[in-house]
Structure formats: C-alpha cells, structure tokens
C-alpha cells in the first residue's frame, strides 16, 4: 500500500448540532503506479453522465495533501468528451436557447420592415429641424426680451415695499407729533416699542429739533464690521440748546453727564428702552447731517425726502434715511426720520428669485453702488482682512466705523455687474438723462458674451431730494433660453410623435405575430425543460444528500419529472435508481463521510494524520444472557432501536460515528474536523450523558413490554490518534489508531468492575471547559493492561447545575457533595491514612449506600492495615485484564 501521507480537510461551514454536516473532502498527492481505482471511485463514476450509450470516462488530477486535519480525497474532474464551444460554456437553458432563436428570426424580420419605414420618418423630422433651427435665435432673443421685461417689473415691485416701510414710519410719526400733545419722554419710549415690536427692518428711528435735540434709537443687530456695542439697541442723545429741559426726566439721560454740543452714546435696557451706560461721546453738527434741513425745504410739497447714504453714528452701519418735517402754526416743531440699511437692500435684492443665476443691483446717477444680490462687500470697501474700512476724519473714541465711501460699478469686482452697466452705457447711457425718472426701461442682449441686460429708473418723486437710482438685472442667456428651447422641444416632441405613429402601426401587426409565435414557443419550450429543471432540482438534492427527498423516492411518493417523452423518462428513472443505491451506500458509511464524496466530488485514498480527538466506546451490559433470554426478532427490535438513538445522539453532538460491533459503538469527535458548539471533548461528555438519559427512558418502555432491563457502559479518553483511510486500495475505511483509542475500550470495560455508567481519564478531565461543565468524581488511579503509566479515571456523574439549582433542588447539592466528598477521602487513602480513610468511608457509605467504588476502596484500606505497606508503595492499581 502507498507511503503514508499528511492528509488536509478544509472545515465545513453548517449549522451547530445538525447531524448532516457538510465537509470539505480531503486531498493527497496521487502515487504513480497505484493500480485500478478503488470500489469507491467505480461509485463515483456511476455519477457521471451518460453519453452514447457508456459512461464518459473520469480524469483523475494529481491530489495535494498537508498535515493539518485528517483524511485523504483527490477532486476529479469529467472529460467533457471534446471541446468546449461558447455555448457550452455558457451552459444557457434549454428553453432559453428554443425561445431565443424563434425570438431572433421573427425580430430580424421585423427590423428590415422598421427601417425603411424609420428612414422615411427621419427625413421628415430633419426638414422640420431645418426650419427650427432658422427661426431659433429670432425667436430667442424675442422670447427673452418679454420675459427679462416682466421680471423688471417683479423687481421694482419688490424695492418700492422694501423702501415703503420707513416711509410708513415717518409719516406715523409726522401725524402723531402734529396732533398729539405729548411729553419727550412718551415720544422717545413710543419710539423705541416701534423699533423693538413693530418695525424690525428699519435700522433707526429717530427726532431732531430745531433747538439742535437729537433723540434716536439704533438696532445694533443689522449692524456690520467691529461689532463694540454692548446689547441689542443704542440709545443717541444730543441736548441742543435744551439741556436744562425738563420734559424728558426717565427715557432721557441728566445734564449732570452730558456734554454741550456732543452726541451721546448710551448702550440700552432691552426691556424698557432707558439709557444704561454711556458708551462715547464726541461733537457733531446734527441739523446739517440728519436730513432737518432737506425735510424743512420740502415742506411747500408736503413729501418725504431722502438724504444721501451716510454713516450712521453708531459707526457700525451705511444707511439712507428718509425724514419729514413736522409743523405747528407754521413753523416748525420737529423732524421725523427712519433709517433704512444697504445691507438690508441687498438682503433684498438675493432674495429675487433671477438673483440665484445672476445679479440684481442698484446704484445712484453717478454709478456708485446702493445695493447688490451679491453681497454687501460689492457695496463698500472692504480691507484685506475683510473687514469694512475706517474713515480718518473720526474721533478717536469712534475708532472702528465704517468708511463712508461707497464702490463705483467698475470697483465691485463683479464680472455681470461691471459687463452690465458697461454695455448698457455704451449703448444707452443709463446714468445720465437717457433714462428718465419712472418712465424708461431698457432691455438689451449682449450675443458676444451671451448675457442679457435690463435696466430702469427708479424714483420716489421728481424733488431734488427725492430718490433716484437705477436697477440694473443681468442675466446668462441660458436662463431665458432653457424655457424657451423647452417650449420649442415640446412643438418637435409632438412632430415626432404624430411621425412615429406611422412606424408604431407598421410594427404592431409584427408585434402580434412575435407575442403570439412567442407564447407558443415558450409553452413548447417548458413542455421540454420543465422536466429536466425538477430532474436538475432533484439531482441537486441528491448532491446535497437530502436523506427526506430519497425517502419518498422509496415511498413511490415521488417521481422525477414528467413521462410525457421516452428520453426523458428513461434519463429520470436512471437518476431515482441512483438515488436509491446511493442512499443504500451511505448506510454502510458514517453519513459526514458519504455527504462529503458526494457533495464536494472527491475521492478517497489511503492515508493518516495526527489528530487530537475525543473517542468514545460503549457497549450493553449484559448483552450474552439478554440474547440467550430473548429472541432473535425481539433482540434485533430491541438492539435497532438502542443503535438507532444512541448514534443519532452522537451526530446530533457533533461525532463521527465509526463502526457497529455487535452492541459496540466506537465514535469519536474532530476527525474529521466539524462545527458543532463549543469544544469537542465537552460536546462528547454532553453525548454521553444524553444518551443515558435516553436509555433511562427506553428502559422504562421495554419494562413496560416485559422486557428484561438493558444498561450501557461507556469510556471515553481524550487524546493524539492517527485519524484516516484504511484497508487497501480496493477496500478501506476511515478509522483511528493509538493508544487513546485502546485506552477508551479499556475504561468501556472497568465500568463493570466499578459498578459506574461511564469512566474518562485525566485527559478527558483537564480538557477544556469540562470542569465548568460537568461533575467528574475521582474514582481509581490505575495502570490498565498493556500500560505501564498511571491513568486516574473518573466517573462522569452529572453536569453542573447552575446557582438557581443549587438554591432550590437537593439534588444538585447532592451530585457535588457526592463527587467532592469522594475525592477527599481518595486524597487521605493515596497519602496513606488507612484508618481516616476508614472512618471517611463510614460515614459516605450511611450517607450514599451501595456505591461499589467505596466498597473497593474499603477493601483496599483493611488489607493495608492488616499488611502495612513498605516504603515504596503507591495507590496505582496494576491491573491484568482488560
């Protein structure tokens, strides 16, 4: 026979306690010269599909073997017989191919038919893309004029309400100042409920008397750059030549802290409005700078005016201020103002839904900026850290206001914007009289850069003081042309739809035909392979060795496919014929073994490897005079049920079940390597105990049958085997050889002499997680025939209970004082205390009678104290029969 070899098995990846395990076959190199194939490689070649009235013969390839499991198997591969075409590489579906064919005819057909009706479609489709294409930029720019004119309009709608609220709010305060007799101080906390609660867009409202009194509330929340005041509102305050007055004692700072002629900054109580800490002070000419004297001039045409964009004297903002004059008896009393921010206007101005896709702006006649979509810092400067630049003329307490300078159109940066004005002064000349007040609107398309362009005048009166600025809107072409080549698509869309519907009706009639000759076809086509998918579906079964499905094949409650052709149902009876043999085979093999031939289409060969197993012997006690006693039929019932259970529990754990002598099982566990919970030794203590309980109860069934009582004893050791293929290469099977398997048949067999249902070695105990798991009582330290070593052997008693059972059962407590009471009393009989062990073995005997071990032991102890022992004696037991 060949050399021995390092065989390897790759693990297989199946569910935990399942007896059919899937396993990877084993593999070795192939020796030159080996002969004929075994019995088992004749098998696998009935397998194999039959052509031309003979099998195709098997090409066995070289096998590949490593040391890291146990097992010998090479993989074959089939001679197809020739060569191989696309299609069979493929390996498409029978109906498939039947429908795919009938499907490319008719189709090929079809298309000839399309395309000449799809030409004369096609030329007809060009001529009227042709004509599109001519009137498209007329069209266009036509289109877009509309649109952009429309939209300018949307815009002046939406600057007039924004610049309408501080109008509101000036002319609120105008008629409430002429016909109410009110107190400064109800005036100045008046104003700042309408700062606060009202009016939240407008940046400050403020009052300026002709006496040179400045009263004014800013909310610092719009304000921009150094951000140095201290909550939500300031308070401005600047006595005039009232700076004894008596009329605003609460919302009004004393005289006792102001300065003649200075502006105060207060910073102010959010809830109430009244000054809270003086913030800077310097001097300032107000009746100049906070539009008195504009609103005075305008009083023969009774309207508001606006002043230039200034600073506000916060220093934190750029506004523009609209203010009107206030008479009594014809002179006047005082002048309203509220301010309105150009952040505020831009804010604006991005909100414009043409905003998103270009630029909205506003600037004044000579073409400083006022306001733009794209941000504040296309307004006014900004220094390189991005912060607003400082005017030098002011005191050095307002260090940190904005500078009142204002970016020309050609300082913005902006491409659009510098584009926009540029073409439409060149074209239009915008800022000086081409475009008058209210009237004029401009709307130009610059193709060279393919923008386009609006702009109009924007004016709250024809007053010098009154405003006058120009909106300008410049837009991509792209945002126009989008809807309107959408519209001009929709027109062509509908041509070619009324064209297609030519070269639609022409292919509905061939339609039919492919549906219909398509359902005949296919109805064909499953006649054919619908048997030869559910003879696929049970060959599948089959390879996967779905014991359930070969069953009914017995039962005559399946049959493979359909019998309505002669081939097919041959090839079907052939397949069900196989199944039945095969089933058969596995019968005289441990199913992991056959299903992994099977399945993973290899073949065995002789060869061992080195493997650390579990094995396991167990035998019926008894089992001679029970023969004798009972007959044959009734002994093999009795013996087939007992095999039946006691190897389901085996699989069931994860072992192999090796072979039947007689009532003898022999199994073991990790040869070859399988999946199952937890460590293999564990698993294997799990078995044993599970099939005494098994027995338990067939025990009880056979009592009630009359039958006589039926215990088993078990061995199990732990330990290094070889693990592989015997026999020669006609025959063999897989099995173990080493001392761990004598070992085991041998502790199977001291059972009778301890009178105990199952005995392990120290191996088996110190394995892992068998302490945590089970109670082991120490039993015996022997030397069994054929060995000269010691070997402690151990009862296996029971499993470990858990706290809960410990607390609430007798027996669990029962099961550990009986196991560590015993081993108390083996550690004085091995020091050689005879007399305590007597007296140990007294009192476990009134409390667990009948226990052989003790009567052993007891034996033992009374011969040594009769006939001491020398020096040299040890507590091993030499025993002579197996």
């Not at 390996?91 to 000449?116: C, D, E, G, Q, T």
């Not at 076809?521 to 559910?534: D, E, I, S, W």
């Not at 093999?589 to 073949?603: A, F, G, N, S, W």
């Not at 052993?856 to 001491?868: D, K, V």
Request: aromatic share 8%; charged share 20%; proline share 4%.
């Amino acid at each position: 026979s060949p050399s021995l070899k390092s065989p390897f098995w790759a693990r297989s990846a199946g569910p935990a306690r399942n007896a059919q395990k899937t396993m990877d076959a084993p593999r070795c190199k192939s020796h030159a010269g080996s002969g004929e194939p075994s019995t088992l490689q004749s098998f696998l070649r009935s397998l194999t599909v039959w052509r031309a009235g003979r099998p195709r013969t098997p090409t066995w390839q070289s096998c590949h073997s490593s040391s890291t499991a146990q097992g010998f198997s090479c993989r074959t591969n089939i001679d197809s017989g020739g060569q191989t075409t696309w299609l069979g590489r493929l390996r498409p579906r029978l109906w498939i191919v039947l429908l795919l064919v009938f499907v490319a005819i008719v189709v090929s057909m079809a298309a000839l038919m399309a395309v000449f009706w799809y030409r004369r479609s096609a030329e007809v489709v060009a001529e009227f893309l042709d004509e599109s294409h001519q009137t498209w930029e007329l069209c266009l720019e036509n289109i877009s004029s509309q649109l952009h004119d429309q939209a300018s309009w949307l815009e002046e709608t939406i600057i007039r309400s924004s610049l309408a609220e501080p109008t509101r709010v000036v002319e609120l305060n105008a008629d409430l100042l002429g016909t109410m007799d009110r107190t400064l101080d109800q005036v100045v906390n008046y104003t700042f409920l309408q700062l606060a609660r009202h009016f939240t867009k407008i940046e400050g409202i403020s009052y300026t008397f002709p006496t040179g009194r400045y009263v004014e509330y800013e909310r610092n929340s719009h304000h921009v750059g150094v951000a140095w005041r201290r909550g939500t509102y300031t308070f401005e305050y600047t006595p005039g030549d009232d700076l004894t007055a008596n009329d605003c004692q609460v919302m009004c700072p004393p005289a006792a802290i102001l300065t003649p002629g200075d502006t105060h900054q207060f910073s102010v109580d959010d809830r109430t409005g009244r000054y809270a800490q003086l913030l800077v002070h310097y001097p300032v000419t107000r009746i100049e700078e906070n539009g008195y004297r504009r609103a005075v001039e305008a009083r023969v045409a009774g309207a508001t005016v606006w002043t230039n964009v200034f600073i506000m004297y916060s220093g934190q903002s750029i506004a523009i201020r609209t203010a009107k004059a206030v008479y009594s008896g014809g002179q006047v009393v005082a002048v309203a103002g509220a301010d309105i921010t150009l952040d505020h206007l831009s804010r604006v101005l991005a909100e414009i839904d043409l905003a998103r896709t270009g630029r909205v702006c506003i600037m004044d006649r000579r073409g400083q900026m006022i306001a733009s979509s794209g941000g504040l810092h296309q307004v006014i400067g900004i220094d390189v850290e991005g912060q607003p630049l400082v005017r030098n003329d002011l005191p050095q307490a307002a260090v940190g206001k904005l500078l009142a300078q204002q970016l020309f159109w050609n300082m913005t940066g902006d491409e659009l914007i510098m584009n926009a004005t540029e073409y439409l002064i060149e074209r239009h000349d915008i800022l000086n009289s081409a475009l008058k007040r209210g009237h004029d609107r401009v709307v130009v398309i610059d193709s060279a850069r393919e923008n386009i362009y609006s702009a109009f005048s924007l004016s709250s009166g024809d007053g010098i003081y009154d405003i006058d600025w120009i909106v300008i809107n410049a837009q991509p072409l792209d945002t126009y042309a989008g809807p309107v080549q959408k519209a001009i698509e929709t027109q062509l869309h509908e041509h070619e739809r009324q064209l297609e519907n030519a070269v639609h009706a022409a292919f509905v009639v061939t339609a039919a035909f492919v549906l219909v000759g398509t359902l005949l076809m296919a109805l064909v086509a499953q006649g054919v392979t619908r048997p030869l998918r559910a003879l696929g579906t049970d060959m599948r079964a089959v390879s996967n060795f779905d014991n359930d499905f070969i069953d009914q094949i017995l039962e005559g409650r399946r049959r493979s496919g359909h019998r309505t052709i002669r081939e097919i149902s041959d090839i079907c009876d052939s397949f069900m014929h196989m199944a039945v043999g095969l089933q058969s085979f596995s019968r005289y093999m441990d199913p992991h073994l056959v299903h992994t031939l099977v399945q993973k289409k290899r073949r065995a060969v002789l060869g061992m490897a080195k493997a650390n197993v579990t094995v396991f012997f167990s035998d019926i006690a008894s089992f001679t005079t029970m023969a004798e006693s009972l007959g044959p039929q009734v002994l093999m019932d009795v013996l087939g049920v007992y095999l039946r259970d006691m190897s389901n529990i085996v699989t069931e754990h994860g072992g192999v079940v090796g072979e039947f002598v007689g009532d003898e099982i022999m199994a073991w566990w990790n040869a070859p390597p399988l999946e199952y919970d937890g460590e293999h030794t564990v698993a294997a203590l799990s078995a044993a105990l599970e099939q005494q309980q098994r027995l338990a109860a067939l025990r009880q069934e056979w009592h009630e049958q009359g039958l006589p009582v039926v215990t088993a004893r078990m061995g199990l050791t732990r330990g290094q085997v070889l693990a592989g293929n015997l026999g020669s290469a006609q025959r063999m099977k897989y099995g173990l050889v080493g001392d761990s398997v004598n070992l085991a048949s041998r502790l199977e067999g001291l059972c009778k002499m301890y009178g105990v249902n199952c005995l392990v070695d120290d191996m088996v105990r110190s394995a892992p997680g068998v302490s945590e798991c089970f109670i082991l009582r120490s039993v015996d330290l022997v030397a069994v025939k054929g060995r000269t070593g010691a070997t402690e052997v151990f009862e296996l008693v029971a499993k470990q209970p858990t706290e809960a059972a410990l607390t609430q059962t007798r027996s669990a407590a029962e099961q550990l004082a009986f196991s560590s009471d015993f081993a108390a009393i083996q550690e004085r009989y091995r020091k050689g205390h005879f007399s305590e062990t007597l007296e140990a073995l007294d009192a476990f005997e009134s409390r667990w009678p009948g226990d052989k071990p003790t009567s052993i032991l007891r034996s033992r102890c009374e011969a040594l104290i009769e006939s001491p022992p020398g020096e040299g004696w040890s507590p091993m037991v030499q025993l002579t029969e197996k």
